[in-house]
Every structure is written in C-alpha cells, then in structure tokens.
C-alpha cells in the first residue's frame, strides 16, 4: 500500500466519486475552498492507494505552517472498502507523521434527530474512541455541532482551543470553538 499525498489531476474525482458520496452538502466545504487552502499551504489531502494504485481511503489535514496541531478535516473509506481497518489505519498514519496532535471533529448526537443520523453520529464517535480518542469540547462548524477530539492522556486543552481557532481564523462566522451547551450553531458559510 501506499500513503501519499493526492494530486492536482486526482482532486477532481476524489470530491465528486468520494467525498459527495459520503458527506452530506452542509459539511462539504466547495473544492475551490479546498484548492485555495492548498495553494496556501495550508491543507493536504492524503489518499492510501494499493497496489495498483486505486484509491482506498482519504484524509484531510488543514492547519497553519508551523501551527503544531492540525484539524482533520475529512476522514473517509471508499465505499467497497468500508467496515475493513482501512479508516484506522488512515488515523494511525497520521497520527505517525502528526505526532498526535490532531484535532478531530465529530457530529454529536442530539436529541430530536433521526434515529438512524444519531446511529450513525454515535458509531463515528466510537470509532475515534476505540483508537484511542477522548473529546473535550463541543465545536460549530458547518452549521452543525461537532465535538473536538484528540489522541493522548496529556492533552493542554487551552492550546488545542487556541490552535483550533487559529486554523479557522476569523473569517469563517458559521466557526464557534468552543460551543457552549445551550448555544446554536450558525448556518454553513456557503448555505
């Protein structure tokens, strides 16, 4: 296998095949936005191929240069792939070459919501969870809330907050870090 960093040519069809697939609208940030943070030097998009080069898995990372900690955007198996080691092996890549500063984002389930989306959120959260994840606090983004996790039994909290807004900045309103209990998460910026 091989885990490398995606393409120009390969982006195209990585968000149309992939992330379109498995992320609903309002947390699929527009390929332009995801090219822009590129050329910024900002953002990576990993892919982990076999052996004859077809696509198995990806992750997101966006973070400053020289921030220390990186967000990880998006986290995803390809379809026939799913259910197989590949997502955690994805994250353990990662955490190798991120040295386990990651922050990850994960929909919580809230009451009121269907059945299924909150089975889904709750498998999601135990997926970090049983690779060694803990959340400290509840986030905004993309219109949704989300709670922020990382890998490690020594996490300093207040600099993951500030690294955290720091990889958002201040342009983006729908970005809340943290969110508290009874606060609403505003609409996505693209909605």
């Known amino acids: ?21 498995a992320f609903p609208p ?5 390929l332009d936005v995801i090219r822009e943070l590129i050329a910024a030097g900002c953002y990576t ?36 792939r799913r259910n197989g080691g ?17 922050i990850i984002e994960s929909e919580r389930p809230l009451p009121g919501l269907d059945e299924d989306e909150n089975a889904i959120r709750a498998r999601r959260i135990g997926f970090y969870e049983r690779a060694g994840c803990r959340g400290y606090y509840d986030m905004a983004a993309c219109g949704s809330r989300f709670t922020a996790m990382t890998a490690g039994d020594e996490v300093d909290v207040p600099a993951m907050i500030a690294a955290h807004r720091a990889i958002y900045g201040n ?11 009874e606060e609403a998460p505003p609409p996505a910026f693209w909605e």
Do not use: N
């Open 171 to 181: 342009s983006r309103p729908d970005v809340k870090v943290p969110l508290g209990p």
């Open 45 to 80: 998009l990993w892919g982990l191929f076999d052996e004859s080069g077809v696509l198995l898995g990806y992750a997101g990372l966006w973070g400053q240069p020289e921030g220390g900690w990186v967000l990880l955007d998006y986290l995803g198996v390809t379809a026939a």
């Open 86 to 102: 590949i997502g955690g092996q994805i994250l353990a890549l990662l955490g190798e070459r991120e040295k386990g500063h990651i």
């Open 1 to 21: 296998m091989e885990f490398r960093i995606l393409r120009e040519d390969e982006l195209q069809g990585w968000y149309d095949r992939e992330l379109c697939e």
């Open 26 to 30: 309002r947390e699929r940030k527009p």
